[in-house]
């Protein structure tokens, strides 16, 4: 994917009784697969197929649980979807490699593929990679995020990280950067990293985000119920295009799509038509 001249939304598709946002909302693999062809009639063309929470304090999924839940999904998708491209959302690593052989062509590792066996799976393939920050664990990571700088130490981990892979013998245009909106970062953090996101990656590596539905923007709004932090995210993907984010990871594609592309539009960067 060429992601200079314009951006692209991914599609969440949570196959998990425990998500924040829509924890149960597709228990099964058909109703889960529904969604996903729905984001891309929306205009998502990568889908994020997850089946663990990491809302702080989520229970943990064993990694045949976790199989169970998202190899269905995937393989129904790569059917119905043939050119959707298929996103594995996982910490772990036999999951990546079986959501591979399913179909899917994206690892996003929430862990930022500090995991050995996770950057052998990326290595072993060509897979495309998301490379997210967190600090700590999905366990612990809201108990008391700290940071001197936030920006500066999440830019120096990205960095270092995109390094590490290259010396791993992974591509240096296969690997996507991530801020990690909500991953062990108080509001303030969030904030800031918003505001720098043009500081967040080098020049030539794409910056994903996701803010969708997370509790930063109801803290900001008073708390706001799950169902009124769509507006503020329509409006987020507006500015986070404008400062730079190439893919934008989002439960509502038909909103925050159209957003993008009247950002676009006003940018100067015409979206290009999907290939369906
Ligand atoms: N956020 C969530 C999950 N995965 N991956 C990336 N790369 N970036 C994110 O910001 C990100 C992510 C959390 O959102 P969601 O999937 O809706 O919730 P849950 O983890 O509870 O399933």
């Not at 829509?22 to 009639?41: L, S």
């Not at 059917?79 to 994206?106: C, H």
């Not at 985000?209 to 009124?228: D, M, Q, T, Y």
Request: aromatic fraction near 4%; include cysteine.
């Amino acid at each position: 994917m060429d992601l200079r001249e314009r951006a692209v939304m991914m599609g969440i598709v949570n196959v998990t009784p425990d998500s924040f946002s829509d924890g149960g909302r597709f228990p099964d693999a058909n109703a889960a697969v529904a969604h996903g062809m729905a984001q891309w009639e929306s205009g998502a063309e990568i889908l994020d197929v997850g089946g663990e929470s990491t809302r702080p304090g989520a229970a943990e999924v064993a990694a045949e649980e976790e199989m169970d839940r998202v190899l269905p999904v995937l393989a129904g998708l790569r059917q119905a979807v043939p050119d959707a491209i298929l996103s594995i959302d996982t910490m772990k690593a036999e999951v990546a490699a079986a959501a591979l052989a399913a179909g899917a062509s994206i690892i996003n590792d929430v862990t930022g593929f500090t995991h050995p066996a996770m950057i052998e799976v990326a290595a072993r393939s060509s897979c495309g990679l998301v490379v997210m920050h967190m600090q700590g664990t999905p366990r612990t990571m809201q108990s008391a995020p700290r940071y001197d700088d936030v920006v500066a130490e999440v830019r120096a981990f990205l960095s270092a990280r995109l390094d590490a892979l290259v010396s791993a013998g992974i591509a240096r245009e296969r690997v996507v950067l991530d801020p990690g909106i909500g991953f062990g970062k108080s509001l303030e953090h969030n904030l800031a990293l918003l505001r720098s996101l043009d500081q967040l990656s080098p020049p030539d590596r794409p910056l994903l985000l996701g803010v969708s539905r997370k509790s930063f923007i109801g803290a900001v709004l008073g708390n706001a119920e799950l169902s009124n932090r769509h507006w503020a995210t329509v409006a987020l993907t507006c500015l986070a295009r404008e400062r730079g984010a190439r893919i934008l990871r989002v439960h509502d594609v038909t909103a925050n799509a159209q957003a993008l592309r009247m950002t676009e539009a006003i940018l100067g960067q015409a979206t290009r038509a999907r290939p369906n």
